[in-house]
């Protein structure tokens, strides 16, 4: 499949686009204002050191906040340059590029499985294995796709998003989603993709600071859990 993400677009546009949104985020900083609601709001989903995928990270700005507070972040943005934003601002963190349509999120479970292997192998007082920590288990808790990164897709990489996003999810985990109405992906359509990749959507909010949602609303946070 052959597609073309709107950010990629924008990019080749304008070579400066990615150093000026970044910029952006640094002056909005500078002033003083609150830029973590949306990381609070994943806080309060997700048990102290769950790991989380905050998928089109950008500068990391959302996962930054929670590695900071315990949590086990892994971060995906196509954008290189704002990947290595993140990389020096938030290194608390693992950082990608890459495309959250084709990301292999298995590999990372893999080389974690690798590296950690020594750390957590253990045995009871009978010489038996123990079973893994809860937290190295293959997924995540929590995914969270924050900043309007669901209405930058290219249209026809949505359902293969949506799919690898949903694979990557723990069976308990929760997919949380948020963006902005009249940017052409219509929230009836979202939902319909939610529900092809075997999510199902089990709460709305119309703000990240949980004012419910009412149709027709202008921006949506969307809960999503694996399972029909």
């Known amino acids: 499949m052959s597609y073309t993400h709107m950010w990629d677009e924008m990019r080749e546009r304008d070579p400066e686009h990615s150093a000026r949104y970044a910029q952006r985020w640094r002056d909005l900083a500078a002033q003083g204002l609150d830029l973590d609601g949306e990381a609070r709001f994943v806080d309060a989903l997700a048990e102290r050191g769950s790991r989380i995928l905050d998928a089109g990270c950008g500068t990391g700005r959302v996962g930054g906040y929670l590695a900071e507070r315990g949590h086990e972040v892994v971060g995906v ?16 963190a693992d950082w990608y590029v890459g495309d959250l349509a084709r990301f292999d999120f298995a590999a990372l479970d893999e080389g974690r499985d690798m590296r950690d292997l020594g750390a957590h192998a253990s045995t009871d ?11 190295d288990r293959p997924g995540f808790d929590v995914i969270v796709s924050a900043g309007n990164v669901m209405t930058f897709l290219d249209p026809t990489s949505r359902s293969a998003v949506m799919g690898n996003l949903a694979g990557a999810l723990r069976p ?17 359509d979202f939902d319909a ?14 703000t990240w600071t949980l004012r419910p949602f009412t149709d027709p609303g202008d921006f949506l946070v969307a809960i999503a859990t694996p399972g029909r």
């Open 77 to 92: 943005d196509l954008d290189d340059y704002l990947i290595a934003e993140a990389q020096e601002t938030y290194p608390g």
């Open 193 to 206: 993709d939610l529900a092809a990749a075997g999510l199902t959507l089990v709460q709305r909010f119309s």
């Open 125 to 135: 007082l009978l010489g038996r294995p123990e079973a893994a920590p809860e937290s």
């Open 172 to 188: 308990d985990g929760r997919l949380v989603c948020g963006f902005g109405a009249g940017r052409g992906y219509d929230f009836d």
